[in-house]
Every structure is written in C-alpha cells, then in structure tokens.
C-alpha cells in the first residue's frame, strides 16, 4: 500500500525551496504527498527583494477540520518553514488530531542559517518552535537554528564533541530523534550526525564539501529524510540517502553556477531535477525489517 505524507510549509513560487521540492521529491520517493501551505511567496526570502506573501495562516485550522471529517490518515507528517507562532501552533494541534501510534512526526525548525535569522523571523519564534519540535520524532535543525533552540550562541568552530553535546541537548526538547545538518569536522567533508535517545546511539552521514552555498539545499535534505522514514528506512539508511542525494544535486548544479551572475545564482536552488534517477535508485536500495 502506498505511504502517504502530508507537509506542511509555504510555496515559493520561484528559487525551488519548500513545497516546490518536497513534492516532487517525496512524490519520486514512491510517497503520496499532500501539501497545506501556509502561505504562498512569489520568491522564498533568502536573496530575492521585493517579494509578494500571502498569509494562509486561516486556511490551516479550516483545512484541519476538514480533513478530520473525512478521516484522513497520514503515515508521516514533514513540517518546514513556517511564517508565524500562530502558525506554529496551529500545526502542533495538526499533529494532534493526526499524529497516530505509527506517525512518523519530521519537524524542520526552519529559522535560519549561517548564524542569522531568515527575514521576517525574531528569536523569540524559537520559543514556540522548541513546543513543535516536542512533538516530533525527529527533528533536523542546522547548528543556527539548534544554537536558536537551545539558547546559546552560535558556533563559528565545534568539535565533535560539541555536536555530541548539542544533539542529547536537542533531544532533552522532547523528541527521539535529533539530526544536526551542515556539519564540517574537517576543510574536505560535510555532512549530518543523529542522536536515538531510546537506543543512546550516534549515526552519521558524510560527502566531500562543495564549495559553494546553495539555497534549499535544507529541504533537499529533510524532504528525503522524511520520504526515507516513511518508507522504512532506518535513521542509518535514511540518513546516508539524504546527505548522498543533497549532495548529488550540489554537485550537478556547481559548474552551472558559474555561469550565471555570481550574486543571484545560489539563489536560484539546486538542479534536482537532473538527479531524480539517483533518488528513485536510492529508494530502492530501502531494505525495511519486513524484507
Ligand atoms: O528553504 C527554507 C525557506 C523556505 N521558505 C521560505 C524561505 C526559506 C529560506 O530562505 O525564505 C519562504
């Protein structure tokens, strides 16, 4: 029976992030896709000026109601850029109604990067972030959003120690699961590290650092996280597929960025597209205790 996935974040029209790569990634996963966006951008906010946003912050509740008269059932629930504490807990009582026993609950905190919020975001949002991120099983902040969950400053230089402190810490918030995403140990790899509180084990997942940023290259990564987890895979497998494909589709959009103007092209996303049969591949390779 076809697993089915409903996520939760904006569509920005233009710049490929949010909706516009989760539902193509997570379809190609083999993984029913249902959507609510919470607000529709005509460009995502990372570069672009000028940019429209329609709130859909009243549709939500209105989309709950409906959905929970019809019965829906839902094996995962993937939640990303959110545009208000409103919203966000408007999706808390969303996995409420929703969440059931075999629910796999992804929370993408979106907040930030590089050590600054996105626009249009305060610190004090990660207060309400912290109460989504209680009700997931899994959580995939990057060390600016893990440094605006926990309160501390952000982290220019870590060693491994540091995220291994970080990641139990992220659990404490109430989650299973916590991976980190954009770790560098070294000048040569990049990649995520996971902490399983309920079994106390580390896992993690690298490839050799492109040189270059990238927009969406986060809900790259947490939308085949989640297509993986829904379809079985362990936090291992599930791990080494997203940071492999994220990687893929950096790799493949790197001698394209030199061609366009230095100043737009990384916000433009990354050429998934022309990776997609490396993803259904590494769908495949999904072995689930039932094989
Ligand atoms: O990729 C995260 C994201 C999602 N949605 C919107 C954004 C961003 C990051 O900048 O602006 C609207």
Not at 37 to 47: D, K, Q, R, W
Not at 83 to 103: C, H, K, L, P, Y
Not at 132 to 142: Q, R
Not at 201 to 227: I, K, Q, Y
């Amino acid at each position: 029976m076809l697993k089915r996935i409903v996520t939760i974040q904006d569509i920005s029209c233009f710049g490929k992030c949010s909706l516009t790569v989760a539902l193509p990634l997570i379809s190609a996963m083999g993984v029913e896709t249902a959507v609510i966006p919470t607000a529709v951008l005509s460009t995502h906010t990372g570069g672009f000026t000028g940019y429209t946003f329609r709130d859909l912050t009243t549709d939500i509740p209105e989309i709950t109601a409906h959905w929970n008269s019809l019965k829906l059932h839902f094996d995962g629930i993937y939640t990303g850029y959110l545009g208000s504490r409103e919203q966000v807990q408007m999706v808390a009582d969303f996995i409420d109604t929703f969440g059931e026993e075999n629910t796999r609950i992804v929370v993408d905190p979106v907040m930030g990067d590089a050590g600054k919020l996105y626009a249009g975001f305060t610190p004090d949002f990660a207060s309400q972030m912290r109460k989504l991120c209680e009700k997931a099983d899994v959580i995939v902040p990057n060390l600016t959003e893990a440094a605006l969950l926990l309160e501390q400053p952000y982290m220019e230089a870590y060693k491994e120690k540091d995220i291994t402190t970080y990641l139990r810490a992220l659990t404490d918030l109430g989650c299973r699961t916590a991976v980190l995403t954009g770790i560098r140990y070294d000048n040569t790899h990049h990649g995520a590290v996971a902490y399983d509180r309920e079994t106390d084990t580390f896992c993690s997942a690298f490839r050799n650092h492109v040189p270059r940023a990238m927009h969406g290259t986060g809900d790259v990564f947490s939308s085949v996280l989640s297509g993986a987890l829904v379809r079985g895979a362990s936090m291992e497998q599930a791990l080494s597929i997203a940071v492999n494909f994220t990687a893929d589709t950096m790799e493949t959009t790197l001698p394209d960025l030199e061609t366009l103007p230095h100043d737009q092209a990384p916000w433009y996303g990354v050429e998934f597209e022309a990776c997609m049969d490396k993803l259904v591949a590494y769908t495949r390779q999904i072995t689930t205790d039932t094989d």
